[in-house]
């Protein structure tokens, strides 16, 4: 599974994508989707930064421009990586009720 994180971004944008490197002044990213919330509480994706060169995914943003990162909701996650991961779904586990 990928390491997917939501960035909260100086501008104000809030953007899920897969952390790909970091180091003590930048982070590495890549598939990135700005959260878009609707009016009813619900939320929307679109792409991040989507006029850059699609040969080079990956986007360097520094640290001090990043307000925080935190973990995704499971369920966006997993959506996340149907689209951008390996492709494989991990099935919903099953409970034996007796």
Same mark, same amino acid.
């Given at each position: 599974?990928?390491?997917?994180?939501?960035?909260?971004?100086?501008?104000?944008?809030?953007?899920?994508?897969?952390?790909?490197?970091?180091?003590?002044?930048?982070?590495?990213?890549?598939?990135?989707?700005?959260?878009?919330?609707?009016?009813?509480?619900? &939320?929307?994706? /679109?792409?991040?930064?989507?006029? #850059?060169? +699609?040969?080079?995914? =990956?986007?360097?943003?520094? *640290?001090?421009?990043? &307000?925080?990162? /935190?973990?995704?909701?499971?369920? #966006?996650? +997993?959506?996340?990586? =149907?689209?951008?991961?390996? *492709?494989?779904?991990?099935?919903?586990?099953?409970?034996?009720?007796?």
């Amino acid at each position: 599974m990928i390491d997917v994180k939501l960035f909260r971004i100086a501008t104000g944008e809030e953007v899920v994508a897969e952390l790909v490197s970091q180091d003590d002044n930048f982070v590495t990213v890549k598939n990135g989707l700005v959260v878009l919330p609707s009016p009813d509480g619900r &939320v929307g994706f /679109a792409p991040w930064a989507s006029v #850059i060169d +699609k040969t080079i995914p =990956e986007l360097i943003i520094a *640290k001090n421009h990043i &307000v925080y990162v /935190a973990e995704v909701d499971p369920q #966006i996650k +997993k959506k996340y990586n =149907e689209v951008y991961g390996s *492709k494989l779904v991990t099935p919903e586990e099953k409970k034996l009720i007796i």
